[in-house]
């Protein structure tokens, strides 16, 4: 899976600017998203923008007046020598067609390009430049909570769905029930959820519904944690394992988790990729190396190391806690390759 941040695009976006050319007078921003890129854009190279349907109807955002801003706007969308029509990305390039056929109608496109930061290939025939490449499957920051891949993804509830509780709340009982009932929605998707992955616990299935059906969250399934208490929870500390090995046993391709430390135990323990929202990075499972091997290793609790008094099964099951199903089966196949010269 694929990720870039807004930070990713700023970076992408001054990486690139050698390759246009010097003449811009306007950037048009393709709604929404393009926008967004248009906006950071301009605000590295001081150069006026607009959003397409302004720039249809002859309007510039207004803003400051340094020397290179006035001389652009003074000409006037007519006589400017060059203008740059930015969305963020491109796929199959029905988005960037239909710009293009509204700005030909409209009678526009004598000095206008077309450009994308992010591509699915270097060379698109919709547009003029393409930035960066990134393949699919790709999510972006800014795209996320509204992106087809939740429908194949596990997704966390408090801390993403709606904002923690606080520890007054998180009581386990009355308040608890009480900040469920009235918990502040955070992020709302407008996709269909493939499996909710809670470390809530099953007593609370009910109003855990009852709170989604009000906010109108649709999803496929709701996987909560089946213990007595938040007690037994704290003391197993049972919460990334968990999500990981459900995530590991479904054919999800993302993890949305609230807290960073639990994201990168979800990423280890799954092997597959995990969002986390509060740290707004993406985490990965690690490249299964010698290396690696050794300081899993040398961290693991000894008494798991005690292989004498360990049956061959336990450690198989204790290998694939450690490196999950992918990195176990990789390993399985280095060990039985054959020397060279066997």
């Given at each position: 899976?694929?990720?870039?941040?807004?930070?990713?695009?700023?970076?992408?976006?001054?990486?690139?600017?050698?390759?246009?050319?010097?003449?811009?007078?306007?950037?048009?921003?393709?709604?929404?998203?393009?926008?967004?890129?248009?906006?950071?854009?301009?605000?590295?190279?001081?150069?006026?923008?607009?959003?397409?349907?302004?720039?249809?109807?002859?309007?510039?955002?207004?803003?400051?007046?340094?020397?290179?801003?006035?001389?652009?706007?003074?000409?006037?969308?007519?006589?400017?020598r060059?203008?740059?029509?930015?969305?963020?990305?491109?796929?199959?390039?029905?988005?960037?067609?239909?710009?293009?056929?509204?700005?030909?109608?409209?009678?526009?496109?004598?000095?206008?390009?077309?450009?994308?930061?992010?591509?699915?290939?270097?060379?698109?025939?919709?547009?003029?430049?393409?930035?960066?490449?990134?393949?699919?499957?790709?999510?972006?920051?800014?795209?996320?909570?509204?992106?087809?891949?939740?429908?194949?993804?596990?997704?966390?509830?408090?801390?993403?769905?709606?904002?923690?509780?606080?520890?007054?709340?998180?009581?386990d009982?009355?308040?608890?029930?009480?900040?469920?009932?009235?918990?502040?929605?955070?992020?709302?998707?407008?996709?269909?959820?493939?499996?909710?992955?809670?470390s809530?616990?099953?007593?609370?299935r009910?109003?855990?519904?009852?709170?989604?059906?009000?906010?109108?969250?649709?999803?496929?399934e709701?996987?909560?944690?089946?213990?007595?208490?938040?007690?037994?929870?704290?003391?197993?500390?049972?919460?990334?394992?968990?999500?990981?090995?459900?995530?590991?046993?479904?054919?999800?391709?993302?993890?949305?988790e609230?807290?960073?430390?639990?994201?990168?135990?979800?990423?280890?323990?799954?092997?597959?990729?995990?969002?986390?929202?509060?740290?707004q990075?993406?985490?990965?499972?690690?490249?299964?190396?010698?290396?690696?091997?050794?300081?899993?290793?040398?961290?693991?609790?000894?008494?798991?190391?005690?292989?004498?008094?360990t049956?061959?099964?336990?450690?198989?099951?204790?290998?694939?806690?450690?490196?999950?199903?992918?990195?176990?089966?990789?390993?399985?196949?280095?060990?039985?390759?054959?020397?060279?010269?066997?």
């Open positions: 899976m694929q990720y870039r941040s807004i930070a990713d695009m700023n970076d992408t976006i001054v990486r690139n600017l050698h390759r246009l050319p010097k003449d811009i007078d306007l950037v048009v921003g393709v709604p929404r998203s393009g926008i967004l890129a248009a906006n950071l854009f301009c605000l590295v190279t001081n150069i006026p923008m607009t959003d397409l349907d302004s720039f249809l109807e002859g309007k510039i955002y207004t803003s400051g007046v340094s020397p290179k801003r006035r001389e652009a706007l003074d000409r006037g969308i007519s006589d400017m060059r203008i740059l029509v930015l969305d963020d990305s491109i796929n199959g390039g029905r988005a960037m067609l239909a710009a293009r056929k509204r700005i030909e109608d409209a009678h526009l496109s004598d000095n206008v390009m077309m450009a994308a930061v992010y591509g699915a290939q270097p060379d698109h025939k919709e547009a003029d430049f393409v930035f960066e490449v990134v393949a699919r499957p790709r999510v972006f920051q800014w795209n996320l909570m509204h992106h087809e891949v939740l429908e194949r993804s596990c997704v966390d509830i408090d801390g993403v769905l709606c904002f923690d509780p606080t520890e007054e709340e998180n009581d009982g009355a308040r608890y029930e009480d900040f469920i009932s009235r918990a502040l929605p955070l992020h709302v998707p407008t996709k269909r959820l493939g499996t909710l992955v809670t809530r616990l099953e007593k609370y009910t109003s855990t519904e009852a709170w989604l059906k009000k906010h109108r969250i649709e999803y496929g709701l996987v909560m944690l089946d213990l007595p208490s938040k007690a037994e929870r704290q003391r197993l500390k049972s919460h990334g394992s968990f999500k990981g090995s459900v995530y590991r046993n479904s054919d999800a391709q993302l993890f949305i609230s807290e960073p430390a639990q994201a990168e135990a979800i990423a280890r323990i799954s092997g597959k990729p995990v969002f986390c929202v509060e740290s990075q993406m985490y990965y499972a690690e490249p299964l190396t010698p290396a690696a091997l050794r300081q899993k290793l040398r961290t693991m609790p000894s008494r798991l190391r005690e292989s004498r008094r049956s061959k099964q336990r450690m198989k099951e204790i290998a694939r806690g450690l490196l999950g199903e992918e990195s176990y089966a990789r390993l399985k196949n280095v060990v039985k390759r054959p020397a060279i010269g066997d």
